[in-house]
């Protein structure tokens, strides 16, 4: 059981590090913040509850079928902003 939330937590820290160095790169090199970035700025630190991380779409064709990331480039749920929510 350690062995399996061991590896659940590696892959939510890959998760929230976005899909790669370079993607993140990009973002940087037009001036803009990750989504990740925009959302610790916005929200009251630590209380964004982000929900469906894992999941994946099931498209194909266009090589898509080669290329699913986790959130399927969508970060949704909720958090408090001024202890709002």
Same mark, same amino acid.
């Given at each position: 059981?350690?062995?399996?939330?061991?590896?659940?937590?590696?892959?939510?820290?890959?998760?929230? !590090?976005?899909?790669?160095? #370079? *993607?993140?790169?990009?973002?940087? $090199?037009? &001036?803009?913040?990750?989504?990740?970035e /925009?959302?610790?700025?916005?929200?009251?630190?630590? !209380?964004?509850?982000?929900? #469906? *991380?894992?999941?994946?779409?099931? $498209?194909? &064709?266009?090589?898509?079928?080669?290329? /699913?990331?986790?959130?399927?480039?969508?970060?949704?749920?909720?958090?408090?902003?001024?202890?709002?929510?």
């Amino acid at each position: 059981m350690r062995e399996r939330l061991a590896d659940l937590q590696v892959l939510k820290e890959s998760i929230h !590090s976005g899909p790669s160095e #370079e *993607a993140t790169a990009r973002q940087h $090199a037009k &001036g803009k913040l990750t989504v990740r970035e /925009r959302l610790d700025v916005l929200l009251d630190s630590g !209380s964004f509850v982000e929900v #469906e *991380a894992f999941r994946q779409h099931r $498209a194909t &064709g266009f090589g898509l079928e080669h290329r /699913r990331p986790y959130t399927d480039g969508v970060v949704a749920g909720w958090g408090k902003v001024y202890g709002r929510e």
